[in-house]
């Protein structure tokens, strides 16, 4: 069954640098989301992004992140100037094409900030 | 306000066990409701989703949603060790993001 693939799984970066987390979606898929869940907490929405720009960000989405699909396969994440506090699992998660249809998640990337 | 609830656990069962797990909502613009499985060190697993109100079964898994009392069940029927994981429901109106629940922490003994 196809997959979303995440890289790296594990991040360890120090704080106030710049990091990139990686997505490959399932290929025919149009929509892309990354969401993240700190330790003992809820599954939080990030962004969604289709046909190359952003339709929703949440207000955890501000100008530290940002998002992109530089080469139609990867779809990445980029957190500038990292805060401990972005310490998390970040999850991509991919879905078809219109309509409601659910979307389907990667193993994530645990991100820790030293 | 899009809150999703969901009482932690832990829940443990022995195998064979009928399973239930919960969750409430207080936005009733939420449409469609899902729900994952997810074990440790992995990634959200979908197990069914729902549209409005009414029930869905699938093998030993059965989602129910009461759209009048902002209630969503997952059953599952003669539980097996290899369920024990934590289950997520998550829900959406018509915007792309999904609202989760906290999770349930299942664990199914031999």
């Known amino acids: 069954e196809p997959e979303v693939t995440q890289t790296p799984s594990h991040q360890v970066t120090q704080m106030g640098q710049e990091v990139i987390l990686r997505c490959v979606p399932i290929?025919?898929?149009?929509?892309f989301y990354w969401y993240r869940q700190i330790l003992g907490q809820k599954v939080e929405f990030l962004v969604s992004?289709?046909?190359?720009?952003?339709?929703?960000k949440s207000e955890i989405f501000d100008d530290q992140f940002s998002v992109e699909r530089p080469d139609g396969s990867n779809f990445t994440l980029k957190i500038r100037s990292t805060k401990l506090e972005d310490s998390a699992m970040y999850f991509c998660?991919?879905?078809?094409?219109?309509?409601?249809?659910?979307?389907?998640f990667g193993d994530g990337t645990r991100l820790s900030i030293l | 306000q899009k809150e999703v609830e969901q009482d932690p656990g832990p829940l443990s069962v022995p195998e064979g066990a009928i399973v239930s797990l919960n969750c409430t909502y207080s936005n009733s613009a939420f449409q469609y409701f899902m729900w994952y499985r997810q074990y440790s060190r992995k990634g959200p697993e979908l197990l069914m989703y729902t549209y409005s109100s009414g029930n869905k079964e699938d093998g030993r898994f059965t989602a129910q949603v009461d759209k009048s009392s902002k209630y969503i069940s997952l059953f599952i029927r003669d539980s097996q060790p290899s369920d024990s994981a934590t289950y997520l429901c998550?829900?959406?109106?018509?915007?792309?993001?999904?609202?989760f629940g906290t999770g349930t922490s299942l664990t199914v003994i031999p």
């Open positions: 290929s025919n898929h149009l929509y």
């Open positions: 998550a829900m959406s109106d018509y915007s792309n993001q999904f609202y």
């Open positions: 992004f289709y046909n190359n720009e952003i339709s929703e």
């Open positions: 998660a991919t879905r078809p094409g219109q309509g409601f249809q659910p979307q389907h």
